[in-house]
């Protein structure tokens, strides 16, 4: 079966500090893999998504970046946090064969910049 | 600019009776609608969807149904188990390329199941 882990659970950072959260998928290959993030008293909203290695693509324009180095690792980054980067940043997989609508979301990380 | 609006934050409903969530949507481009299901510090879990051609999908106790014209849909649980009681997410689907989506999220709705 599929898992999808995320870490770490919780971060408290500072204005101006780096990030990186991460993110891997077990079980499948070659998944599309997607980065959300939940402010608060609003819905999802797509940051980045891939569609293989070294593939990403940008839905808002923003302070982050994402990386894909391996087939199943999707790495969240910012060389300076802001405060509106804060909120809830979840990682999803969906199936790359043919067209898959059920997204499957990690368990997240709870991001609050000070 | 929500796209897809849950207009009920809260719902209590007996155990045994039928709960139904409520979700709008604005884009008619949408192809698929999804809900999901989230407990407190974890990620969303997937519960049961419907594409567009349709207007009713049933898992067990889990009925989807699709207003196209009204762009409304709900999902029904009858009957309705305290271990329900969690945030239910209403998401509609627009393809970005071959195989990747964007599902827009609405706020969510808080069941709560009385025993």
């Known amino acids: 079966s599929q898992t999808i882990h995320q870490w770490p659970a919780t971060l408290v950072q500072p204005v101006g500090s780096p990030l990186s959260l991460e993110c891997t998928v077990e079980?499948?290959?070659?998944?599309?893999l997607y980065w959300y993030r939940q402010a608060a008293g609003r819905g999802l909203q797509l940051l980045f998504y891939?569609?293989?290695?070294?593939?990403i693509s940008s839905e808002v324009p923003q302070n982050l970046s994402a990386s894909r180095p391996q087939d199943r690792q999707f790495i969240l980054s910012s060389k300076k946090l802001l405060l509106s980067d804060s909120g809830f940043y979840l990682c999803a997989w969906s199936g790359a064969s043919g067209i898959s609508y059920e997204q499957y979301f990690g368990p997240g990380t709870r991001l609050t910049v000070t | 600019d929500q796209q897809v609006k849950q207009n009920s934050p809260s719902l209590s409903v007996q155990e045994g009776r039928i709960s139904i969530l409520n979700c709008d949507y604005t884009n008619s481009m949408f192809d698929y609608f999804l809900w999901y299901k989230k407990y407190p510090a974890e990620g969303p879990t997937f519960l049961i969807s419907i594409s567009s051609i349709k207007d009713k999908n049933e898992d067990g106790r889990f009925t989807v149904f699709l207003n196209k014209s009204a762009k409304h849909l709900s999902l029904h649980i009858v009957p309705s188990q305290p271990g329900d009681s969690a945030v239910y997410f209403c998401a509609a689907s627009a393809l970005l390329q071959t195989g990747a989506n964007n599902l827009f999220f609405g706020t969510g709705t808080r069941l709560t199941v009385i025993p």
């Open positions: 891939s569609v293989g290695i070294g593939q």
């Open positions: 079980g499948t290959s070659n998944p599309n």
